[in-house]
């Protein structure tokens, strides 16, 4: 004789098996759909006329001198430090910041060192804001030290990361000769 417990387990059982049929259904039903909600291809937001490719990247000068450091203490201090300028023309782009450096030395022999990352400026102030404005060049006094592993002459590439104010990433490089 069923009791009460067994009748609560087969209605339980048989709402599983309904909500499973109903469920199966809904899933060939929108498969089955010619009507496409979502894009298959990236969307840009906002208004950005001239993008981040408008924003435009240089060396104060492209040769720069590596200078020699008390007390060094490699890998921690380098025998020399190479101080370098990154001149950032923003060409009227509104709302990009500066969020990071990545700098590499390759010495005069081929000797690569591994890429240093080097933080935005502080405060990140976006172009085009009440701070700075738009049609300004903006300078990034930079340096690097060179020395511990290979020679002190060679070439520096930095790479400029940079966002917008619609979370669009964009970088530029920046080549400097050092002697």
């Known amino acids: 004789m069923p009791t009460l417990l ?19 259904g809904a899933a060939v039903a929108s498969a089955s759909c010619d009507e496409q909600k979502y894009p298959t291809e990236p969307i840009s937001f906002g208004f950005n006329p001239l993008g981040l490719t408008a924003v435009t990247f240089s060396a104060q000068s492209s040769t720069v001198v590596a200078q020699p450091v008390s007390n060094p203490r490699c890998p921690q201090v380098a025998p020399f430090n190479v101080p370098f300028v990154v001149v950032m023309n923003p060409n009227g782009t509104t709302g990009v910041a500066v969020t990071g450096f990545r700098v590499q030395f390759t010495d005069s022999a ?12 502080v405060p990140v102030t976006p172009f085009g804001s009440a701070l700075v404005d738009a049609r300004a060049d903006r300078f990034f006094s930079l340096s690097t030290g060179v020395g511990c592993r ?20 964009g970088s530029g490089k920046v080549q400097f000769n050092v002697r």
């Open 6 to 24: 067994d009748r609560g387990a087969h209605g339980l059982c048989l709402c599983r098996h309904i909500a499973c049929v109903f469920l199966l």
């Open 150 to 169: 290979g020679g002190q002459t060679g070439t520096i590439v930095v790479v400029v990361d940079t966002s917008d104010d619609q979370g669009h990433k």
């Open 110 to 121: 081929g000797m690569t060192t591994p890429q240093t990352l080097l933080p935005a400026p």
